[in-house]
């Protein structure tokens, strides 16, 4: 029995369920070489359902619709990336994925007290200040990428739920204004616009312009729960300043972006189908390839395109397991966003951090599969809890816990009672510490 | 124990009979693709609507606990025989005259942010956010006060009534 008294049998035998019924695809449809590495892919994903569900019973939370999402998500994505080519277990993304799952856990205790997260922010700018210096300072020359030994990591993509912090952070601070010339502003609103600003510069000068749309939707959605919270009416001037901002700089963008950028913008991909529109040429043959119900798992071509498993991997999975499955698992990710709606966050910081993080997530998820399918420019984003990468699946894993969080909030009387709690504790000499 | 071993050699041999016997019937069945990935697209689907159904639930549950906390009360006010309802909503509601406020009160006597209330274990509190002409509970000028049901709250010259609300939802 789980913590809020409710049963979620059904819930746990279907997740079982539908990870068995993908092994038994596997099984009768995949190229399997050996049977052992199959028993080692149904082990890996039965013992991380199983050891992630006996977790979750040891916390209180109101909620747990998010953890079955979440496992049910990041087992499909194991099967997925064990299958690529041949079958055999991707120790690298089982990893991953436990990684992943750690993170949520210690991304929604770690956001869940509002109270904590509004004294502790200059930690969270100093974060982001370190993350800025690492970029800067520590990078190799595609600088992007912190290289250990034989790991690597993406300090950018740890910037994402940092930065979602502290815009649900300075939301709560929002009638502390002081007046700067014509404007009243807050302190942390003003902090929030540079740290923005240098984000989207950093990001410009890393060259890595496909993250900027991702940074560009969490600020745009901290701007519009400034300007329409819940109850109050949209200021028409506030909407159109920031509006024509928004237009204005979009338009010097456009007009300033470097000569590859211009030049994706741009590409015919038929017209240049051995050169810069390769592999969205090869991943468009690949999902005409799969059809609806795919060509069976490792029976696919595309594992052999660089970047098969986390740029193209939308692709990859259509070819190899077919457009229905895909589709499916694109649905599940929007329905995972999407029971967030069904109970709504009742504190500013929550809400906000909502709103980011599912902003984030369907920006990723969207420059990601639109770009593979060559809807839109091509931008070598990851898709959120499939493509390989440690850092993307920590940050993923982390912003699932930062909606839990707003899921299962901690309110004020219930602080209190913790602390009177610890106050009561008894010290070993029997007297009550302070 | 003699007698015992020569059985278990008997059995585990028939066991691995019988499983090699069950792998040549299995590799050889010919499941139609169709059905096989119709069956795990279906349980995938019947998963997506139980964790919606969980959802629900969660939910319902999550209101329940809003009602303990909140105490289910709301904010009437009165403008030009119009009157407003503001159910409480959030654990943090900020009451002024600017469009972020939580409660707008278009009312040039308001401050900007005039006052914020907050909820603790079913009871609500109002503070005073430096506002000018002051934050006034059953016409008592205050900074900070524990609010109770019928006060009557008066920011600038807008009047503001706590009361449960009529028709409490469901989840209660």
């Known amino acids: ?434 | 124990m003699q007698d015992l071993l020569p059985e278990l050699q008997r059995l585990w041999e028939w066991l691995k009979e019988t499983l090699s016997e069950l792998w040549t019937l299995i590799t050889s069945l010919q499941v139609p693709d169709l059905v096989l990935s119709a069956a795990a697209v279906l349980i995938l689907d019947l998963f997506a609507i139980a964790i919606i159904f969980a959802a629900r639930r969660e939910s319902r549950l999550c209101q329940k606990r809003w009602h303990r906390v909140s105490n289910d009360l709301e904010l009437q006010c009165r403008i030009a025989q119009n009157e407003y309802h503001y159910p409480l909503e959030a654990d943090e509601i900020l009451l002024g005259r600017h469009s972020s406020a939580d409660i707008q009160i278009k009312d040039s006597s308001v401050s900007r942010y005039h006052a914020v209330m907050t909820v603790t274990g079913g009871t609500w509190y109002i503070t005073n956010l430096h506002a000018k002409t002051g934050t006034f509970v059953n016409e008592q000028k205050i900074q900070q006060k524990k609010l109770a049901v019928g006060d009557c709250i008066r920011l600038g010259n807008t009047h503001l009534y706590l009361t449960e609300r009529p028709f409490p939802e469901e989840g209660r």
């Open chain 1, 1 to 434: 029995m789980y913590k809020n008294r409710l049963s979620y049998s059904s819930v746990v035998v279907l997740l079982f369920l539908t990870h068995l019924s993908m092994l038994a695809l596997v099984f009768i449809r995949g190229s399997i070489v050996s049977p052992l590495e199959l028993i080692k892919l149904a082990a890996a994903v039965v013992g991380l359902d199983v050891g992630y569900l006996l977790i979750t019973l040891c916390y209180t939370q109101m909620t747990y619709t998010l953890d079955f999402m979440l496992l049910c998500i990041l087992n499909m994505s194991l099967i997925f990336q064990s299958c690529f080519g041949e079958i055999q277990l991707s120790v690298k993304h089982l990893l991953s994925c436990v990684l992943c799952l750690f993170s949520c856990e210690m991304g929604f205790l770690l956001t869940r007290n509002h109270e904590r997260i509004r004294k502790n922010k200059k930690w969270i700018y100093l974060l982001i200040g370190l993350l800025f210096v690492s970029i800067i300072f520590f990078t190799d020359n595609q600088k992007k990428w912190i290289t250990l030994g034989s790991f690597s990591l993406q300090p950018s993509e740890f910037i994402k739920p940092c930065f979602i912090l502290v815009c649900a952070a300075s939301i709560m601070e929002l009638h502390e204004k002081m007046k700067i010339t014509f404007f009243y502003i807050s302190k942390d609103s003003l902090i929030l616009c540079l740290v923005a600003v240098f984000i989207f510069a950093l990001q410009w000068w890393c060259r890595d312009l496909g993250s900027l749309p991702t940074f560009g939707l969490i600020f745009l959605c901290s701007l519009v729960c400034r300007f329409c919270y819940p109850k109050a009416k949209i200021s028409k001037r506030s909407v159109a300043i920031t509006c024509c901002i928004g237009v204005l700089v979009l338009i010097m963008a456009w007009n300033f972006a470097p000569d590859y950028v211009q030049k994706r913008l741009h590409v015919d991909i038929w017209a240049d189908r051995y050169g810069d529109g390769y592999q969205q040429c090869e991943a468009l043959i690949g999902i005409a390839r799969g059809g609806w119900l795919g060509v069976g798992a490792g029976n696919g071509s595309l594992h052999e395109i660089f970047a098969h498993d986390s740029d193209i991997v939308f692709a990859t999975i259509c070819e190899e397991w077919g457009l229905l499955m895909a589709v499916l698992l694109i649905m599940l990710i929007l329905i995972m966003l999407m029971t967030v709606l069904m109970n709504p966050p009742k504190s500013y910081y929550h809400a906000m951090m909502t709103a980011g993080v599912t902003a984030c997530l369907l920006a990723q998820m969207s420059l990601n599969i639109f770009g593979s399918c060559n809807l839109i420019p091509f931008t070598g984003v990851t898709l959120p809890f499939v493509s390989t990468g440690g850092s993307s699946m920590i940050s993923c894993g982390f912003l699932v816990g930062m909606l839990k969080a707003g899921q299962s909030p901690l309110f004020r009387h219930e602080l209190m009672k913790r602390k009177k709690k610890k106050q009561k504790q008894p010290t070993r000499k029997g007297v009550t510490s302070s």
